[in-house]
Structure formats: C-alpha cells, structure tokens
C-alpha cells in the first residue's frame, strides 16, 4: 500500500496515471485497478488529501437523473453511477437516506412545467416520477412556506455522504495496489511515443504509459499540457449555508425548485450528517482566481435567505453552523466533456459539472472501456476487490457511541471529543491510522465529522489537535 506526500515520485513506469483525487479520480483508480490487477496504476493530487476540490463541497444528493437531458452522456453516466453506487454505499458503510425529493411549483408558470418534466423523467425511465396536489404536498411537507401550487414526487432521490464516498474509492484502491501520491501538481507534460512524463512540482517526474486527466476544475489546464483546446472551465460558484442539526425535523424530503437554464436552482435538503443545508446559488466567476474562489459573500447567504423566507420560513431563524462554497466545472456545453485520443494514450475526463458525485461509479466504468478500446492492454476483466468498510458518518444509523459491543472492546468508542458531532477519541484515532490518513483538521473532520457541528470546533479544537499532532508523530 503506498500513499506518499513527499520525496521524489518513483521512477519505475507506471501503466496508467490518473490525474485529480476527487471523487471522479478516486472512482476511476479503483475501477482500473480492479481490471488490471497486475498494472502499476498512480492516481496524483496537487492536494495533501483526497477529495480536496469541488468533492468536498456540494448538496450531497445521489440523483436518479430523473431530470438530465435525455440522450445525453450525462443522463447514462447518472443513471448507471447512480445504480452502482448505492448498491456500493450499502456493502461499504457509506450512509445514504433514500428521503425522495418533491419539486415545487411556486407559480402558475411552474405549475405549466410540471407535466413536462414528468414526460422528461418518463424517458429518462423513471416511471414512477409523478405530479401530487397541493393538499399531499402540505401534509407530506408541513413547514413549508405558503404559495405552493403543487409539485412532481420524485421517489429515489436520496442524500448521502460525499466525504466517505471518495474515501471509500480510494482507500479501497490504494489496498488493492494504486500508489497515492498527494502533494503532487503537475506542472507540464512531455509526451513521447507511447509515454508522457509528469513534470510534478517539487517532486520531480513521472512516466506512464496511458494518461487519465480527471482534474476538475483544471481538466482544461492539463489538456493544454498536451496541446488540446476544446474547451475551457468557467467555475460557477454554488454557496450553502448549513444550518444546524435542530433544524433537522422542519424538513422530510430534498425540497427541489423547477430547474431553469441557470441549473437545478437553490434547495433545501436535509443530509445524512443530520444537519439541513440551504443553496446553491449558481455565479459564473471569471478572472485570475475564479478557480479559487471558494469564499462566501454577503450579498448570495442574503439570497439563500430570502429564499428559504418562502420554501421553508422557520429555517430562516436556525442556527447556521457553516457556510461554504463549491465551483461546478462548468464548460458551457451542456454534457459531460470525456474524451479519449488513443494515438495519444490520453483520456480527458472534464466538465463533470453538477452530479459528479452521483455518476462517479458510472463515470469511471465508462472511462475504462474508453481506455480499453483504445488499446490499453493492461486493462482486463473485473474482478472484486476485498471489500472496504468506511467510517459511519451518518445518523440514520447506529455511531460508534452508540453501540455497547464496540466500546466493550474498546472504550475509546465511548469517549466523546467533539459533542456537537458525538465523535468519540476512537474514531479519530482509527482516522489517523488507516490507509490514507488525514494530513490536516479539515482532513480529519471529513473523515469523523470532528468540528463540523455547532461550535464549529471552538469547544472540542484544542483536544482535536492534540489527537492530530499526537497521532502524526506515532507515525513519524
Ligand atoms: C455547489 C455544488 C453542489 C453540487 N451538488 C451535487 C450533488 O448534490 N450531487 C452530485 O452528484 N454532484 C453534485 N455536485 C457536483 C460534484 O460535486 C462534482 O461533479 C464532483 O465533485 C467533481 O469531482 P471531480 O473529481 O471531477 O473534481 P474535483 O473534486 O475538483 O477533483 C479534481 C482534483 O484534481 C486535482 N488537480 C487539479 N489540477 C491538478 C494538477 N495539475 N495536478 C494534480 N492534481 C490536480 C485537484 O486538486 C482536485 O482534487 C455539486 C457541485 C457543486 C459545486
């Protein structure tokens, strides 16, 4: 098993290099690996952790893809990722709440849409999409705002955990042999006959023989490296306000309003962490640091709140535990942007936009027949890989204090850290020692949920970093 964050990258060639550990990446190394056991397959990250970039930040919603344009790239990818992944959530321990979600027309114009987008959903084959009164609406959600008209039930929408989602992919392929290398940007590439050399910051370089660009919001950044132009990222911003686990009961479905060109437009949905999150907004950023702009501003949380006023008015006085700020890899095409150039060895993996998260299973099993067709050879039959089990993050179902037999064997698991989350001094310790361990705060938070509560780690801090810093120096 080999993660590395420093030193120079090896110099043996490597079959197949994936570049950008999100969850795209981490979803596209373990499918590699497991058609190609015998392969020597890199997956590299400018980052010190996985799921670093837009991974981190979204609505955390498994879509069915009821909605996407049908015919598309995307349509497929969502259907079939949405498919294997739950059915992968449930054998890893990832949580996923199946709550539905009910799309609301506010309007007599939105009203008009429904039927519409219930003929969308029909030929996107889900049949059971369907438009209910006003009156079911209101009993179904009953603190939602007044001026509703109606909505589409939407049955198998579901909200799930991205965090451990990547952690999964990735911890699950770094033990069936993929070496993590993290801290490793690449700056340029020298492509030869049947290689490329990675020039990495600071680490010196790699070879591979084929080359998977799945970097998000920089995949047209590393196309250029090979001399591609066909397309550029434009971020579009989405900011969410999280609001805290007490406003959990106010809400029982993802709440959807009706999409425009614009995108799928602001929610509110509760997530499996138990909180309850509000956004996105949707801003194309333009400039030197678009790609960076992961702050908040004053003028969109006023937007989210004026919306919530109508959707749902008592989440207006909740307790907002965080807000943050995610950029979609928008490309102006409406569809996913993956294409493979056998001669060249190389497979662009791009403006996976907005349901990344949902089609990543289906992403990366297409990705590999592209690579496979192409002619890469390492690439066989899929076998399994040993499972993996993921941390349980979610409240549906039973934590770690929660459950006696686990702090009979070990009662670590029954002395709780962070209060607001009910992280126990086990978890984090398990953290700190697994495959891929967290290299900072925010890396640990998303691997137990330690400080992502209310206090946002003001009470439970000083002892989180202790852990932290005790745990890096047992590994040296
Ligand atoms: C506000 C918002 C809400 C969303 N909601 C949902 C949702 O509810 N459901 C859903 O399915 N999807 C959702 N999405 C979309 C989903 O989050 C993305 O599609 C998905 O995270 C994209 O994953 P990725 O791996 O392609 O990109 P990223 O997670 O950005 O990963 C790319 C990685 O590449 C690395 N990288 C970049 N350049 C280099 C380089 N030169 N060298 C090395 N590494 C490099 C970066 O460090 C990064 O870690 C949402 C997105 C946003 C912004």
Redesign the pocket.
């Known amino acids: 098993m080999t993660v590395t964050r420093v030193g120079p990258l090896p110099a043996a060639t490597y079959d197949i290099t994936v ?8 979803a596209l190394a373990r499918e590699l690996v497991r058609r190609a056991p015998g392969a020597r397959i890199a997956l ?4 010190d952790d ?14 069915t893809g009821f909605d996407a344009a049908p015919g598309s790239l995307e349509a497929r990818l969502v259907r079939d990722g949405s498919r294997r992944l739950a059915s992968y959530a449930a054998e890893s321990g990832i949580p996923v709440e199946p709550v539905g979600a009910l799309l609301i027309a506010w309007d007599p114009d939105q009203l008009a849409a429904l039927p519409g987008l219930a003929a969308q959903a029909e030929r996107n084959g889900h049949h059971a999409v369907r438009p209910i009164p006003v009156e079911e609406l209101r009993s179904r959600e009953p603190h939602l705002g007044p001026g509703a008209l109606g909505a589409l039930d939407v049955p198998g929408e579901s909200v799930i955990c ?1 965090w451990t989602t990547t952690l999964a992919y990735a911890t699950q392929a770094v033990r069936a042999g993929v070496d993590l290398h993290l801290n ?4 340029n590439v020298r492509s030869g006959t049947g290689t490329h050399r990675l020039i990495v910051a600071g680490r010196g370089s790699l070879t591979t023989r084929w080359l998977v660009n ?5 995949a047209d ?2 196309d250029r490296m090979l001399g591609h132009e066909t397309f550029t990222v434009t971020p ?3 900011q ?1 306000i999280v609001y805290d686990t007490f406003a959990r009961d106010l809400v029982r479905h993802i709440l959807l309003p009706v999409p425009t060109v614009r995108g799928k437009g602001v929610l509110v949905t509760p997530t499996v962490h138990g909180h309850v999150l509000l ?2 907004t949707a801003e194309d950023l333009s400039g030197d640091d678009a790609k960076r702009a992961t702050h908040s501003t004053a003028d969109a949380i006023d937007l989210l709140r004026a919306r919530s006023r109508r959707i749902l008015p008592r989440l207006v006085d909740e307790e907002i535990v965080a807000v943050h ?5 928008a490309t102006g095409h409406d569809d996913y942007r993956i294409d493979a150039r056998p001669g060249r060895h190389y497979v662009t ?1 791009g403006g ?9 299973m289906g992403i990366a099993a297409y990705v590999a027949d592209l690579l496979a067709d192409s002619g890469c050879a390492a690439l066989g039959t899929p076998r399994e890989l040993p499972p993996v089990t993921v941390p349980n993050l979610g409240e549906a179902f039973p934590r770690p204090y929660q459950r006696p037999e686990l702090i009979a064997r070990d009662p670590e698991f029954g002395v709780l850290v962070c209060h607001c989350e009910r992280v126990t001094r086990g978890e984090i310790r398990a953290a700190l020692t697994t495959t891929i361990p967290p290299a900072s705060l925010a890396g640990l938070r998303r691997r137990t949920r330690a400080g992502a509560g209310r206090c946002q780690g003001a009470a439970c801090g000083a002892a989180v970093r202790e852990l932290f810093g005790r745990g890096n120096g047992a590994r040296g």
């Open positions: 570049v950008g550990a999100g969850v795209v990446g981490c590299l990250d400018a980052a996985i799921g670093e970039g837009t991974s981190k930040a979204n609505t955390a919603i498994l879509h991205p490793s940007r690449v700056e799945a970097a998000g919001l920089h950044t590393v579009r911003r989405g969410l956004g996105p700020a995610g950029l979609r890899a993996v996976i936009r907005s349901t990344g998260l949902t089609a990543s």
